[in-house]
């Protein structure tokens, strides 16, 4: 039978599960198609990493490592909803409430000294940030937005703030002594096992990563953060937030890059209060609060302190008396320090070009505002945006051409690939890459606090890349430009084997192009307002960059893209678009019963992953039922049926309960299959005529908090309650999955 794989994980994408499954499950059983689900949420995977010290009714099957087997099968078809990237937080507050629930679960060793808390120690990080995405992406990314949203989009547009040629936001970023200007890069000639290791100057030799398996043409990098060079680029931007009167905003992804942007996170938190830490940085840093987990860590540390309080006020006073500083939840109080996970700069970095530069100050009101990005590698491509707003204005929606992407992402490509090779220096000295032979192969010299990391791109992935960007070129007519900086050393390594690969294509009649990320996002960016469409080619970060910044601009979300992951070994993984307001959706479902989450990402999938689904099992049924499913979500986007914000009104459950009606009377007027539209005819009059009463019920829970039992570990029968409130429709879901 052929299978659907859907993944269950956190937050909002996993409520909406609750309700949208059985809608799936029960219509893909008339093709002969299960759906099936894997548990990779940020719960279960802790469960998971120990599931030998569990007894044995508690222990859970490691989905991840079962998926991440799966996508090198041909037959893998995978929804893939999006999950935590657990930031330490995160991952605290989920270990706590497992054990809450009877898990007997060892606390989050800090400082670990045992071999039991190391060995806890190595589990818990294993699950930290980003650690399902490298598994399951055994493919590279095509990310562009469907034409049906497109349609809807230009009929009705979103807000976009106003733009002021006065506007004093800028970005600001290193010049010198940073990842990108330190980088070094190697192709490797042969099949290898690196070693890195750093010397000190005693002599001795402490080896940081004893094995490094590397294959002919491979791309491996090195490059080091200097610490005091970030040190004195953060208090120089704080000192110019106040001299310019604008906002102080630091933008970084402490969850994907787990090791060393939590640890630029800790930097900023301590030069924006740097005269805190210079009256009191003995007595914070003896209790672990540095600022890597962010100011809130730092504010429900301060109890256990004997100087808590004095401490407490002096922050206050900072904040009362310095820089303006961005705000996450100005009512909360929650500033742009506070959480490293709350402000991602994919993410918050398009949503403040959006609303005309501007983020929110302590008053909840709109200001410019310093964005601070502190390594320069993509920092330019939003001073570029930026640039071009302040020239040109505010984008239109209604006019605006599309820059999809191709990313090279497949075996956890470039920098996202980089965690178990990133190192915080404990001493000075020199740290070196060195291949079997006792070669050295890359070198730097580091002092202590700085922060060296490599990375490693695949060549059997840049080779699919390449291939992807030709398909896309050759599907569209649109020219594909790779985003390549002449003056990073990987980048050059990338471009010299992109020219090579390139030549296995027959490109006559493609425009191609490879220019710096600058240039062609100035590019991209005149030929967007101009109507026309440009490929992005990108590498794993920029892909991740970019498949926010213009989705943003043209569609208000990232939500609404198609992301197909076309798997080397010819499977596919579908994604479904971005969780980064997930937690917000959760608590209004758990204080008024209302989810706000738009699960247009998961239509957009799964119509996708249906008409594979005919590839790679000859099923004839199955590209019907995704037509199907695109037509009635065009519906359900014409018809306004999408959720609303609001409590009281139409939501996600809502929202199913149209796709579903829609869905089935697509399925009962089209004419390539009788019998399916015999089925479904009855189906679709049961839909249509129930509506009020459906409507009502789904309504009338609203207002009222909802209890799911849990944030991080749900409570199946209470959740599953929550989201399936109306009876009418459980019922004609339930029958059609039964006879079937």
Known sequence: MAKIIYTRTDEAPLMATYSLKPIVEAFASTSGVAVETRDISLAARILAAFNDQL???????????????????????????????????????????????GYDLPEYPNEPSTEAQKNARARYDSVKGSAVNPVLREGNSDRRAPQAVKNFVRKHPHKMGEWSAESKTNVATMEADDFRHNEQSVILPA???????????????????????VLKDEIVDATVMRASALDSFLRAQVSRAAAEDVLFSV???????????????????????????????????????????????????????????????????????????????????????????????????????????????????????????????????????????????????TTLGTVPNVGLMAQKAEEYGSHDKTFKIPE?????????????????????????????????????????????????????????????????????????YLKDHDTANLDIRILSPEEACQLSLDRIRAGEDTISVTGNVLRDYLTDLFPIMELGTSAKMLSVVPLIAGGGL????????????????????????????????????????????????????????????????????????????????????????????????????KELADLFAPIASALEDNEDTITKELLAVQGEPADLGGYYWVDEDKTAHVMRPSETFNKIIDDLQARH
């Open 55 to 101: 007894p044995k009714d508690q222990r859970v099957n490691d989905a991840l490592a079962e998926l991440g087997e799966l996508v090198k099968e041909p037959e893998a078809n995978i929804i893939k909803l999006p999950n935590i990237s657990a930031s330490l937080p995160q991952l605290k507050a989920a270990i706590k409430e497992l054990q809450s629930a």
């Open 191 to 213: 099949d290898d096992e690196l070693r890195i290791q750093l010397l000190l100057p005693s002599g001795e030799t402490t080896v940081l990563k004893e094995s490094l398996p």
């Open 251 to 397: 933008h970084l992804k402490a969850t994907m890059m787990k090791v060393s942007d939590p640890i630029m996170f800790g930097h900023a938190v301590r030069a924006y209060f740097a005269d805190v830490f210079e009256t009191y940085g003995e007595e914070l840093l003896a209790a672990g609060l540095n600022g890597e987990n962010g100011l809130g860590a730092i504010l429900d540390g301060l109890g256990s302190l004997d100087k808590g309080e004095e401490i407490r006020a002096a922050i206050d006073k900072r904040l009362a008396d310095g820089p303006r500083l961005a705000m996450v939840n100005s009512h909360k109080g929650i500033t742009n320090l506070h959480v490293p996970s709350d402000v991602i700069v994919d993410a918050s970095m398009p949503a403040m070009i959006r609303i005309g530069g501007h983020m929110w100050d302590k008053n909840d009101q709109e200001a410019d505002t310093l964005a601070v990005l502190p390594d320069s590698s993509y920092a330019g491509i939003y001073q570029v945006v930026i640039d071009d707003c302040r020239k040109n204005g505010a984008f239109d929606p």
């Open 428 to 500: 000075d000295g020199r740290v070196q890459v060195v291949d079997s032979s006792g070669a050295v192969l890359m070198e730097h010299e580091v002092f202590a606090g700085d922060i060296w990391r490599a990375c490693q791109a695949k060549d059997v992935a840049i080779r699919d890349w390449v291939k992807l960007a030709v398909n896309r070129a050759e599907a569209t007519g649109a020219p594909a430009v790779f985003w390549l900086d002449p003056e990073r050393a990987h980048d050059r390594n990338v471009q010299q084997q992109v020219e090579k």
């Open 574 to 673: 579908f994604e479904t678009g971005a969780g980064g307001s997930a937690p917000k959706h959760v608590q209004q479902l758990q204080e008024e019963n209302h989810l706000r989450w738009d699960s247009l990402g998961e239509f957009l999938a799964l119509a996708e992953s249906l008409r594979k689904l005919q590839e790679t099992d000859d099923n004839p049924r199955t590209p019907i039922l995704g037509d199907a499913l695109d037509v009635a979500t065009e519906e359900l986007l014409n018809e306004d049926k999408s959720p609303s914000r609001k409590v009281h009104e139409n939501d996600n459950r809502g929202s199913h309960y149209y796709l579903a009606r829609f869905w089935a009377r697509e399925l009962a007027s089209q004419t390539k299959d």
